[in-house]
T-cell receptor, first 115, second 111 residues
């Protein structure tokens, strides 16, 4: 079946502009996660959605970052007033109803470059 | 102390040899442990997971978990050039649904 999809695959933007990144999880997966991976760094958790519950936003680095998930499926990560340090690969993952023993499957990522 | 640490530098192994990767974690309450493989420019791909102390084998891969010592390792037997990638260790902490990742170990298999 189809995996996690993300768009765009690459995004170049000027400092100060807003960007929107999209994630479409695996069908039937109710949990959705956003991570980012900076050059030479490990994956950093950003935000987690599960069904209709309030999202876990504990990983968002600043209030310029926000995310929403509509209809329990597609999610959009928005970065306002982008800064050069926001340059990274933004990865989305999904899983079946979450728990500590559940595997997460990743999409191909969006490479964001802020100039 | 970082949640998940992978301290080894790049690992070069000859084709056919065993590659051994180690990972330590800080939270004793961690419940599940995952190894992801990431090819350059690609997203992480799940290759192994382990929940219980001991060994778990899947093909040429073996994951080993020692909760008392708080480490998890990955062995790759009969290493192939296609195994050349970065291997990420990830841990799911108790009461938490997000994964904490190490920085990864690069493996280079030399034909």
């Amino acid at each position: 079946g189809a995996g996690v999809s993300q768009s765009p695959s690459n995004k170049v933007t000027e400092k100060g502009k807003d960007v929107e990144l999209r994630c479409d999880p695996i069908s039937g997966h109710t949990a959705l996660y956003w991570y980012r991976q900076s050059l030479g760094q490990g994956l950093e958790f950003l935000i987690y959605f599960q069904g209709n519950s309030a999202p876990d936003k504990s990983g968002l680095p600043s209030d310029r970052f926000s995310a929403e998930r509509t209809g329990g499926s597609v999610s959009t990560l928005t970065i306002q007033r982008t800064q050069q340090e926001d340059s990274a690969v933004y990865l989305c993952a999904s899983s079946v109803p979450p728990g500590p023993l559940v595997e997460q499957y990743f999409g191909p990522g969006t490479r964001l470059t802020v100039t | 102390q970082k949640e998940v640490e992978q301290n080894s530098g790049p690992l070069s192994v000859p084709e056919g040899a065993i590659a051994s990767l180690n990972c330590t974690y800080s939270d004793r309450g961690s419940q599940s442990f995952f190894w992801y493989r990431q090819y350059s420019g690609k997203s992480p791909e799940l290759i192994m997971f382990i929940y219980s102390n001991g060994d778990k084998e899947d093909g040429r891969f073996t994951a080993q978990l020692n909760k008392a010592s708080q480490y998890v390792s990955l062995l790759i037997r009969d290493s192939q050039p296609s195994d050349s990638a970065t291997y990420l260790c990830a841990v799911n902490r108790r009461g938490n649904n997000r994964l904490a990742f190490g920085k990864g170990n690069q493996v280079v298999v030399i034909p």
